[in-house]
Structures are given as structure tokens and as C-alpha cells.
């Protein structure tokens, strides 16, 4: 198995380029494990109060579990991860089981700024996408797909998305093997990303 880490600021096309190159590779099995499903429960909390959770922090994620369950399915172990629900601020009921397979991609805000996540990583990418086009990205996405109103969104991203970038996310570009700038739209880059993990599996 081959694992690739995928990282950069939210909306950045972290998403699109792992489905991007899932679709470059239908001969090969390949697993996508978001870094998302990993928010720690929130049950305990009620709605009102998990909204004003710092989601954006290392601390909300359980990182422990994600590292365990890549260390699995690279040792070839069956694993069972959680779901999450964006619209209720917190995990779901149900529980995802996720299979061995090839290439496996973990994709997230902390997945170069976690040692241990990292150095699980046979390639390290950054997806380096400007800040208007991320809040623009942020603001098309969580409006339409999330149900958040325009200024929960513009008020979560001054006191809580920007500051957690500048602070955690911005600072691990520095681990990456290959940064792409843009995202999905850089067909070069995505191009020379497809290259280099096609050498890989060879």
C-alpha cells in the first residue's frame, strides 16, 4: 500500500484533487479517508453549544484514532471509522468499515501537521489556493451544501478558520513532497501529481 497525505487551507480543492486522482486510477483500488469524519463526539454538548466549537484547532480531531486506523490499513487490517455531519456539528450514528487496498489517501487540514499522520505518508501534497478564493470556495460550499448562513460563515472565518490557518495550517507546507498551487484547476500541477504516483505504483 502507498499512502498519500493530502493537506491545505479549508476550500483550498483538497477534496477535488483526491477525487481527481481516484478517477485517475480506475484499475487500481484506492481508499479515501477524510480527516473531517475524525471530529471528536460532540454529544455531550447541545447544538447551541457546538457551534461555537474552535472546529478549525488540532484539538477538534481525534488524530489518535485516524493515525491508528492508517496504521491498520497499511498493515493490512479492516478498520471501522466514524461519519460525520456538518450540518449537526457532530458525528453520526453510524460507523463507516474501510477495507485494505492499494493506494490509500488521507485527506485534511492537519495531515502534514501531525507528525505521526505524516510520516505515515509516502507523498506529501499541499494544495496552496489563495485566501479570497478559499473563503469565496468557503462561502459557495457551506451556504449551498451545509445549510450555514453568510454571516455564521464570514464570522467563523475571521475568528476561528484564518487565524487556525496562519497558525497550524500554512506553517506545514514546509513537510510537503509537492505543493500544487490553485488546486483542481492547475491541470499541470494535478498532471504532475498523477506522474509521480503512477512511478510509485510501477
Given at each position: 500500500m502507498i499512502v498519500i497525505?493530502?493537506?491545505?487551507?479549508?476550500?483550498?480543492g483538497k477534496t477535488s484533487?483526491?477525487?481527481?486522482?481516484?478517477e485517475a486510477f480506475p484499475n487500481h483500488r484506492i481508499t479515501l479517508l477524510r480527516q473531517d469524519d475524525?471530529?471528536?463526539?460532540?454529544?455531550?454538548?447541545?447544538f447551541e453549544e457546538r457551534t461555537k466549537v474552535n472546529f478549525d484547532h488540532p484539538n477538534a480531531f481525534d488524530l489518535d484514532l485516524l493515525v491508528e486506523n492508517v496504521?491498520?490499513?497499511?498493515?493490512?487490517?479492516?478498520?471501522?471509522?466514524?461519519?460525520?455531519?456538518?450540518?449537526?456539528h457532530n458525528r453520526?450514528?453510524?460507523?463507516?468499515?474501510?477495507?485494505?487496498?492499494?493506494?490509500l489517501i488521507i485527506e485534511g487540514l492537519f495531515v502534514l501537521y501531525h507528525p505521526a499522520l505524516r510520516e505515515a505518508c509516502d507523498l506529501c501534497v499541499y494544495i496552496d489556493a489563495m485566501s479570497d478564493i478559499r473563503l469565496i470556495r468557503r462561502l459557495q460550499r457551506d451556504v449551498l451544501e451545509r445549510?450555514?448562513?453568510?454571516?455564521?460563515?464570514?464570522?467563523?472565518?475571521?475568528?476561528?478558520?484564518?487565524?487556525?490557518?496562519?497558525?497550524?495550517?500554512?506553517?506545514?507546507?514546509?513537510?510537503?513532497?509537492?505543493?500544487?498551487?490553485?488546486?483542481?484547476?492547475?491541470?499541470?500541477?494535478v498532471d504532475v501529481l498523477i506522474t509521480k504516483i503512477r512511478s510509485i505504483l510501477q
Open positions: 497525505g493530502i493537506s491545505g487551507g479549508s476550500a483550498s484533487i483526491a477525487v481527481e486522482l481516484m475524525y471530529y471528536k463526539d460532540l454529544s455531550h454538548l447541545s496504521r491498520d490499513l497499511k498493515a493490512g487490517k479492516a478498520i471501522t471509522k466514524p461519519l460525520y455531519d456538518f450540518k449537526e453520526k450514528k453510524e460507523w463507516e468499515n474501510v477495507s485494505p487496498s492499494e493506494v445549510g450555514r448562513s453568510m454571516d455564521s460563515i464570514i464570522s467563523q472565518y475571521l475568528a476561528t478558520v484564518k487565524p487556525m490557518h496562519d497558525a497550524f495550517v500554512e506553517p506545514s507546507k514546509a513537510y510537503a513532497h509537492i505543493i500544487v498551487p490553485i488546486g483542481v484547476e492547475n491541470r499541470v500541477g
